[in-house]
């Protein structure tokens, strides 16, 4: 459909109603009619009620090893559940399955260059054993910490489960972050052990990953063993005695490893975020009430049933894989896809193959993605058979009705609906989210679910009417809750519940309209969304600055019409350095170098000043007003309002 006759289909402010079949087949109602529930309205009344609804819920998708005394432990702002219970997430994401249905696929693989792979129950089960029995043998313990860097092929899930097995909270870092932030994740969390792989393969070339796990692991000492996946086979440096090859140390271990019958409220994991300051943050998720609450979202947003085929086209390094590629899909009990490589490698229509291909009935992507296929033309979807979706969804940002038109019409066929997800690495679970039962509007995310509690607030703390903007906060705890910031309790604090008392603040603005439904627009503070990416606008000043050319710099975002945003930086260079082409370019390396390519700034200035608060701080918010052309508003209170005008001559 050409772009003109999209726009015009948007002035319709449609709204998509769900089908008949998908309401009554859907596993929400399922539940309410099992409950004897009648109406949305009604389910969302009686799930405030946050302690049956989750002690319910648990009933449904997990299996202790002795049942909670309590569901619920809140002291503000740390919440335990399912307080008593011995439990282990690996029992009901590999165990059971293993046994109950031990040849059902749980992973379709496909490597960049086409190779492919599948791992039923039994054969995951005996893998992450085996694994599990390896890293038992390298003296790992329950309580340690094992930091992962995989890209995406089956023993990061692998690893992911070995770890859980034993009761070692794994670090998984994206591979597409550079060996410096790899380095200061492991420092923080202090690995023993870091896993890893030779090389792996990116739009037809290699990535060199086991030589950046070298680099970070000279800067980490608490890394006693590199454990190496050969995943390419290409000759890779090789340290004796510290480097251990995977498949080596695996191959003749048991195929049997008993699962640590952990506490509900033991950490599984720690993944780092960035927030509004330079230094990563180690967000803490626990084995039971994330279980319970990452299934149950799983289940009733995405409907999965036996026969599906899930694919959530994310990377297992963001959280978006840790709950709906890795252990939300396993407990489930679903088949799901894994791709290696880049959505348009060799060709544009990579991932409508792999759809066709495996048949996948549930597609879950990010705007980002969409926009680029957008931009590439129906052509390449045109190629494939896609018949067999079933529902879409999207994560990340906020999806644009445009997107989310075309996304609907061509890649849905017009039948799917689309269940824009909002959540973020804190809530560990899909908090605001439509049902198959809900009617959509194209871009908003519909209601909090069941569960779940959520409002728009104004600055002063009070509801802020409909139609009106304000900060999205979350009133109640919720099962698959942060349990904290590893080693950061201030920074936790500070970060979510010291602006309004009691409420946890998600640093995310928005609206509701008059009809209840939610519109999220973007970031309130100083985090940047970068293709779904989350970066802080501090942690790339700081490595600009770590440059020796640069003596200050801001960042800030720039609406970009593929990727959300782009970074735009400003920078500040040292007396005597001059200007030139080379160091800009250098500039941006440097940022790709110390964080990642990811964070490379689209565009680096040179200016003589930056404006600042009285107290010294740069007003980013100033310099954004004046790159995207809005009126940059009262600059009375600046320490150098001439600083403003400066920019206009940045080279
Ligand atoms: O700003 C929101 C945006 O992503 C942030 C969370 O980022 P992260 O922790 O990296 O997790 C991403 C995957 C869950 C949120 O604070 N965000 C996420 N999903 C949406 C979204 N913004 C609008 N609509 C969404 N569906």
């Given at each position: 459909m050409p772009e003109a006759d999209i726009s015009v289909l948007l002035k319709e402010k449609r709204i998509f109603k769900?089908?008949?079949?998908?309401?009554?087949?859907?596993?929400?109602?399922?539940?309410?009619?099992?409950?004897?529930?009648?109406?949305?309205?009604?389910?969302?009344?009686?799930?405030?009620?946050?302690?049956?609804?989750?002690?319910?819920?648990?009933?449904?998708?997990?299996?202790?090893?002795?049942?909670?005394?309590?569901?619920?432990?809140?002291?503000?702002?740390?919440?335990?559940?399912?307080v008593g219970a011995k439990y282990n997430i690996v029992h009901d994401a590999v165990d059971r399955h293993a046994k109950r249905h031990p040849d059902k696929v749980a992973y379709y693989f496909e490597g960049e260059p086409g190779d492919?792979?599948?791992?039923?129950?039994?054969?995951?089960?005996?893998?992450?054993?085996?694994?599990?029995?390896?890293?038992?043998?390298?003296?790992?313990?329950?309580?340690?910490?094992?930091?992962?860097?995989?890209?995406?092929?089956?023993?990061?899930?692998?690893?992911?489960?070995?770890?859980?097995?034993?009761?070692?909270?794994?670090?998984?870092?994206f591979s597409g972050f550079s060996s410096l932030a790899l380095a200061d994740r492991i420092n923080d969390c202090g690995a023993r052990v870091l896993i890893t792989c030779d090389t792996f393969w990116r739009r037809g070339k290699t990535v060199a990953l086991k030589a950046a796990a070298d680099e970070a692991a000279r800067q980490a000492p608490s890394i006693e063993h590199v454990v190496v996946v050969k995943r390419t086979?290409?000759?890779?440096?090789?340290?004796?005695?510290?480097?251990?090859?995977?498949?080596?140390?695996?191959?003749?271990?048991?195929?049997?490893?008993?699962?640590?019958?952990?506490?509900?409220?033991?950490?599984?994991?720690?993944?780092?975020?960035?927030?509004?300051?330079?230094?990563?943050?180690?967000?803490?998720q626990r084995h039971g009430g994330y279980a319970v609450n990452i299934a149950l979202t799983l289940s009733w947003v995405f409907d999965l049933k036996d026969n599906d085929i899930w694919w959530g086209a994310a990377d297992a390094g963001w959280v978006t894989g840790h709950s709906y590629i890795v252990y939300a899909p396993l407990i489930l009990g679903t088949t799901s896809i894994i791709y290696e490589g880049a959505p348009d490698w060799p060709e544009a229509d990579r991932w409508w193959d792999i759809i066709e291909n495996y048949k996948v009935t549930v597609f879950y992507t990010s705007p980002t993605a969409i926009r680029m296929f957008m931009k590439l033309g129906t052509e390449w979807v045109k190629k494939h058979d896609l018949?067999?979706?079933?529902?879409?969804?999207?994560?990340?940002?906020?999806?644009?009705?445009?997107?989310?038109?075309?996304?609907?019409?061509?890649?849905?066929?017009?039948?799917?609906?689309?269940?824009?997800?909002?959540?973020q690495t804190e809530t560990g679970a899909f908090a605001i989210a439509p049902l198959p039962i809900s009617e959509l509007k194209p871009g908003s995310a519909v209601r909090p679910l069941p569960g779940m509690a959520a409002d728009i607030y104004t600055d002063e703390g009070k509801r802020a009417p409909a139609e009106t903007g304000g900060n999205l906060v979350l009133l109640s705890p919720w099962p698959a809750?942060?349990?904290?910031?590893?080693?950061?309790?201030?920074?936790?604090?500070?970060?979510?519940?010291?602006?309004?008392?009691?409420?946890?603040?998600?640093?995310?603005?928005?609206?509701?309209?008059?009809?209840?439904?939610?519109?999220?627009?973007?970031?309130?503070?100083?985090?940047?969304k970068v293709s779904g990416h989350r970066l802080s606008n501090s942690e790339?000043?700081?490595?600009?600055?770590?440059?020796?050319?640069?003596?200050?710099?801001?960042?800030?975002?720039?609406?970009?019409?593929?990727?959300?945003?782009?970074?735009?930086?400003?920078?500040?260079?040292?007396?005597?350095?001059?200007?030139?082409?080379p160091l800009r370019k250098e500039l941006r390396e440097h940022v790709g170098k110390e964080i990642g390519k990811i964070a490379m700034p689209d565009e680096v200035w040179f200016?003589?000043?930056?404006?600042?608060?009285?107290?010294?701080?740069?007003?980013?918010?100033?310099?954004?007003?004046?790159?995207?052309?809005?009126?940059?508003?009262?600059?009375?209170?600046?320490?150098?309002?001439?600083?403003?005008?400066?920019?206009d001559k940045a080279k």
């Amino acid at each position: 459909m050409p772009e003109a006759d999209i726009s015009v289909l948007l002035k319709e402010k449609r709204i998509f109603k769900p089908s008949q079949k998908l309401v009554s087949e859907s596993n929400v109602k399922k539940w309410m009619d099992k409950q004897g529930i009648r109406s949305y309205e009604e389910l969302m009344k009686k799930s405030q009620d946050t302690e049956w609804f989750w002690g319910e819920a648990a009933k449904e998708f997990v299996e202790w090893y002795s049942p909670p005394k309590k569901v619920l432990d809140w002291k503000l702002p740390y919440s335990n559940w399912f307080v008593g219970a011995k439990y282990n997430i690996v029992h009901d994401a590999v165990d059971r399955h293993a046994k109950r249905h031990p040849d059902k696929v749980a992973y379709y693989f496909e490597g960049e260059p086409g190779d492919r792979r599948k791992m039923t129950y039994k054969e995951l089960s005996d893998e992450v054993c085996r694994l599990a029995n390896a890293l038992k043998k390298l003296g790992l313990k329950r309580g340690d910490r094992v930091s992962i860097y995989l890209p995406m092929i089956l023993e990061l899930p692998v690893a992911m489960l070995a770890c859980a097995k034993i009761g070692v909270a794994h670090s998984v870092v994206f591979s597409g972050f550079s060996s410096l932030a790899l380095a200061d994740r492991i420092n923080d969390c202090g690995a023993r052990v870091l896993i890893t792989c030779d090389t792996f393969w990116r739009r037809g070339k290699t990535v060199a990953l086991k030589a950046a796990a070298d680099e970070a692991a000279r800067q980490a000492p608490s890394i006693e063993h590199v454990v190496v996946v050969k995943r390419t086979g290409e000759n890779i440096p090789w340290t004796n005695g510290r480097d251990l090859s995977y498949q080596d140390i695996t191959a003749n271990e048991s195929t049997a490893c008993e699962t640590e019958k952990m506490e509900a409220n033991d950490l599984l994991y720690i993944l780092y975020t960035s927030g509004t300051t330079g230094k990563p943050k180690g967000v803490m998720q626990r084995h039971g009430g994330y279980a319970v609450n990452i299934a149950l979202t799983l289940s009733w947003v995405f409907d999965l049933k036996d026969n599906d085929i899930w694919w959530g086209a994310a990377d297992a390094g963001w959280v978006t894989g840790h709950s709906y590629i890795v252990y939300a899909p396993l407990i489930l009990g679903t088949t799901s896809i894994i791709y290696e490589g880049a959505p348009d490698w060799p060709e544009a229509d990579r991932w409508w193959d792999i759809i066709e291909n495996y048949k996948v009935t549930v597609f879950y992507t990010s705007p980002t993605a969409i926009r680029m296929f957008m931009k590439l033309g129906t052509e390449w979807v045109k190629k494939h058979d896609l018949s067999s979706l079933r529902l879409l969804g999207s994560v990340g940002e906020p999806i644009n009705p445009e997107a989310w038109i075309w996304y609907q019409l061509n890649i849905g066929g017009g039948r799917c609906q689309i269940m824009d997800t909002w959540w973020q690495t804190e809530t560990g679970a899909f908090a605001i989210a439509p049902l198959p039962i809900s009617e959509l509007k194209p871009g908003s995310a519909v209601r909090p679910l069941p569960g779940m509690a959520a409002d728009i607030y104004t600055d002063e703390g009070k509801r802020a009417p409909a139609e009106t903007g304000g900060n999205l906060v979350l009133l109640s705890p919720w099962p698959a809750m942060l349990g904290g910031l590893y080693k950061n309790p201030e920074k936790y604090q500070e970060t979510y519940w010291a602006k309004y008392p009691g409420v946890y603040l998600t640093g995310d603005i928005g609206r509701i309209d008059a009809d209840g439904y939610y519109w999220v627009q973007g970031r309130a503070d100083d985090v940047l969304k970068v293709s779904g990416h989350r970066l802080s606008n501090s942690e790339l000043e700081s490595s600009l600055v770590s440059h020796m050319s640069v003596s200050e710099a801001a960042v800030i975002g720039k609406p970009h019409e593929l990727k959300g945003e782009s970074i735009v930086a400003f920078v500040i260079l040292k007396k005597g350095i001059e200007v030139s082409e080379p160091l800009r370019k250098e500039l941006r390396e440097h940022v790709g170098k110390e964080i990642g390519k990811i964070a490379m700034p689209d565009e680096v200035w040179f200016v003589a000043d930056l404006p600042k608060t009285r107290s010294g701080k740069i007003m980013r918010r100033v310099i954004r007003k004046k790159v995207i052309g809005e009126p940059v508003g009262d600059i009375s209170t600046l320490m150098n309002p001439e600083a403003v005008a400066e920019l206009d001559k940045a080279k």
